[in-house]
């Protein structure tokens, strides 16, 4: 019997409400650890480093490529996103879950490494409400929203390479079909 954690892929695009799920997630579910990733891009106003990103620069993260200590890492809207590698199988041989809140290019590299994780790919219920969300976070110049826009319409191409979608309409409809998701799978495993 497998004592070992299940990786989980998570992923979606900017504003679709990936850490707002999260957030109500993560509290109820001790067993499951989400990891922090390394960024280059400025930390925003209320973010802590450590908690919410290691924010490194470009120097240390172009290190990191090269000391291979990312399990993934990709390229988003200007700036560096990489997952370090150590702490995540640390944690999956402990039994812990872990979850990788990433990008989509990232999600579909590292599903390529780890064909056994369980990816999940959140929707916004249309465009119109994506562009809402992101706007309404009020954190972003405009610049920076229309290429997460941009980036977007491909991301939404993506999907179907995911084992499950869920759509994000109700925030607790959400994480209870998260749940359901991971308890299926911890059952199939074990
Ligand atoms: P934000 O700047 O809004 O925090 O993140 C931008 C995007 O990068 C989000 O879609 C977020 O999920 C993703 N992201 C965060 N950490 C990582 C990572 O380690 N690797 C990859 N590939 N994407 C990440």
Known sequence: MSKRGLLIIYTGPSGCGKGTVMAKFLPKNPETRMSVSCTTRAPRQGEIDGVHYFYITREKFE???AENAFLEYAEYAGNYYGTPKAWV?????????????IEVQGALNVMKQRPDALSVFLLPPCWEELERRLRGRGTEAEEVILRRLEAAKWE????????????????DETVAALERLIEDEKSKIN
């Open 89 to 101: 199988d640390e944690q999956l041989e402990q039994g812990n879950n872990v979850v990788l809140e």
């Open 156 to 171: 939404l191409q993506q999907k179907d390479h995911y084992r499950f979608q869920l759509i994000n309409d109700d925030v």
């Open 63 to 65: 290190a990191m490529i």
